[in-house]
């Protein structure tokens, strides 16, 4: 089985998770793009909310029909992929830049469902780096309050994100206590949010493999 061929298969296992009239948050990536296309194959009588403007417009596409977070009370289940998993199934997330957005769908949703490829498995978060959105207004600034929490290295990235704001990546190594250093995270003025997604907010991860996808967490 090619990689694209177990995209494919976990994300088109995450769109049976979904049943018709169901509000779905929608993540951005290329494995939760064949869950995208399947939802619409479909033609479910779906309420979809994106989490980038690329989804959006992949969405429109197959004929989802989209509203804003605030037309919506809450949502029944969001799918997302992730750039890291560990064994808590904690998360990183942010490689494109829609981690603001991702974070807010997966905490409006009920179900949480992560789908991934095996190469996201880590035994601790870090090795890909901690995506940072923060207020164009400071972004050095915040960055170097980020560097004082032991980033051995904070780059600020050329594009923006969907929101305008600027993107940073950090460099901790690896990161024995997420849940510690997603609170310090927190507590910087100025960063809008970061790419740690705690175990506690993820019901089921999807993996794909050579087998075919596996199930962590929830079923």
Same mark, same amino acid.
């Given at each position: ?22 509000? @779905? ?5 290329? &494995? ?12 479910? +009588?779906? &309420?979809? @909310? ?11 596409? @197959? ?19 992730? +750039? ?7 998360? &990183? ?99 809008? +949010? ?9 019901? &089921? ?15």
């Amino acid at each position: 089985m090619s990689d694209d061929d177990a995209k494919r298969a976990v994300g088109r296992r995450a769109a049976e998770m979904v049943r018709d009239g169901m509000r @779905v948050g929608l993540g951005t990536g290329s &494995t939760v793009t064949h869950t995208i296309t399947a939802l619409g194959e479909r033609a479910r +009588d779906l &309420t979809c @909310v994106a989490t980038s403007i690329q989804t959006e417009t992949a969405a429109r596409r @197959v004929g989802l029909s989209l509203v804003s977070p605030d037309e919506v009370d809450a949502l029944d289940i969001a799918i997302d992929g992730a +750039d890291e998993v560990d064994p808590e199934l904690n998360l &990183t997330k942010g490689g494109g830049g829609a981690l603001v957005r991702e974070k807010i769908v997966a905490a409006m949703a009920e179900r949480f469902v992560v789908v991934v490829d095996e190469s996201k498995l880590v035994g601790m978060l870090g090795p890909f780096g901690t995506p940072i959105e923060v207020l164009a207004f400071a972004p050095q600034t915040v960055g170097r309050a980020v560097a004082a929490l032991g980033a051995t290295r904070v780059t600020i990235r050329a594009e923006r994100s969907d929101n305008g704001n600027v993107l940073l990546d950090a460099a901790f190594g690896s990161i024995a206590n997420p849940t510690e250093l997603a609170a310090r995270l927190d507590a910087i003025p100025g960063l809008v +949010d970061h790419g740690i997604f705690l175990g506690s907010m993820v019901d &089921t991860v999807l993996i794909d493999g050579p087998s075919g996808p596996q199930v962590r967490g929830s079923g």
